[in-house]
Each structure stands twice: as C-alpha cells, then as structure tokens.
C-alpha cells in the first residue's frame, strides 16, 4: 500500500462547486503539505500543518481552505470552485526530525469547467 | 525570496549515453537542502537524489551525480548510462526550514 494516497485521482467540476480533495498517510509523518503544479511554474506550496492544531498559509493560499483532522489526514477545499484552479494537485508529508525531505502522494488531476 | 531556475524547458539523451540537467538557486541562507525530483507520466513525484548545502562531497545515487557549486548557487543532475525510464519531468528543489521552492521543470526525452 502506498505511504501518501489522495482522493479523488481525477475530478471534473463547474465553476462555483464546492471540492474537497483528500490526502491520508501511513508514514507517521507529523508534517503535511498541499502544492499545485501548473505547466512551466513548478509546484507551488498552498498550505501547510506542523501538526494537528497547526496550520499555516504558504505562497497561493487564496481561494483554498485547508482541515487537519487527525495526524494522518489532511484536506484540501475549494469553497467556491474557478477555472484558473484547473491543476495538478500534490499532498506531501515529511518527517519532524528529517524535515528536509518531502513525500509526495500520487496526485489528483483537478478540471474546473 | 528564495528563487530556483531551471533553463532547459526541454532536453533529450540518447539511450546509454550522459545528459546534464541544469539548476541554479537564490538564496541568502548558508545552511540549506537542495533535491531533484522525477515526474514520469504517472505523475508520481519521485526523489532522485539530495545535496546537503554544508557538505562539499557531490551526491551520488547509482546513475544520478550532481555537481553542487555553492559560491555559484549551481545544483545540477547528471545522468549516466541514460534509460528509456528515465524519461520524465525533473525538478530542482530548495528547502531552507519550511520554504520548500520548486523550479518549472525539463522535461527529458530518451531516445531509443
């Protein structure tokens, strides 16, 4: 079984929907992250959560909202879906004491019509 | 802000021989860590290899070298012996803390 899984894979939704995407990890990693790859930018952070009652805004936070519920799960929502948030979106963990090193979950590939 | 660039949008290998992917950073830290991540088409964001910004020895994991060249804030991927999976995007990454910055990306084609 994969250490980081995402739900939904792929998703299809009208502008003005509401989305939440999943992110759940075996890895017991304290840290988790949200990143949104976009065609010649890269991955950029959204947020991110140093644990369950941390949560912090990284460079692209508007417009998302971000729920830790437990140490292993971590959501991303879209209040109020637009076109420019069509993208490829990433949870990753990492590890308190080996911070420096990300793993990434399989992604889930977000159109929003 | 810390920045990371990748200049070769595009690049492509022939099978079993060397290509040099390319990266250079901005940064005002002296302590930092610098990552190439592959992306095949599964989208899967895969580690390559890691580079401690304190330690001069280049970063070796079997094929994949990097030359580090910290006064030049130069960080680039050697491929050796290339594959036909080694076809993918490759990322260059810095994280100093929690400031993780990802470069746009080459995308790398092997040719059979």
């Known amino acids: 079984d994969a250490d980081v899984t995402q739900t939904p894979r792929n998703r299809i939704t009208k502008t003005g929907k509401r989305i939440m995407l999943e992110c759940s990890q075996t890895k017991g990693h304290d840290r988790m992250y949200w990143y949104r790859q976009d065609p010649g930018l890269g991955l950029r952070l959204i947020y991110y959560?140093?644990?369950?009652?941390?949560?912090n805004k990284g460079e692209i936070s508007d417009g998302y909202s971000v729920s830790r519920q437990a140490q292993a799960k971590f959501s991303l929502s879209l209040e109020s879906a637009i076109p420019n948030q069509t993208a490829l979106y990433f949870c990753?963990?990492?590890?308190?004491?080996?911070?420096?090193?990300?793993?990434f979950g399989p992604g889930t590939r977000l159109t929003v019509l | 802000a810390q920045t990371v660039t990748q200049s070769q949008p595009e690049m492509s290998v022939q099978e079993a021989e060397t290509v040099t992917l390319s990266c250079t950073y901005d940064t005002s830290e002296s302590d930092y860590y610098l990552f190439w991540y592959k992306q095949p088409p599964s989208r899967q964001m895969i580690l390559v290899i890691r580079q401690e910004a304190y330690k001069q020895q280049n970063a070796t994991e079997n094929r994949f070298s990097v030359n580090f060249q910290k006064a030049a804030k130069s960080f680039s991927l050697k491929i050796s012996d290339s594959q036909l999976g080694d076809a993918a995007m490759y990322f260059c990454?810095?994280?100093?803390?929690?400031?993780?910055?990802f470069g746009p990306g080459t995308r790398l084609s092997v040719l059979p």
């Open positions: 959560s140093f644990d369950v009652k941390d949560i």
């Open positions: 990753a963990t990492s590890d308190l004491l080996s911070t420096d090193t990300q793993y």
């Open positions: 990454a810095y994280n100093y803390g929690q400031n993780f910055v």
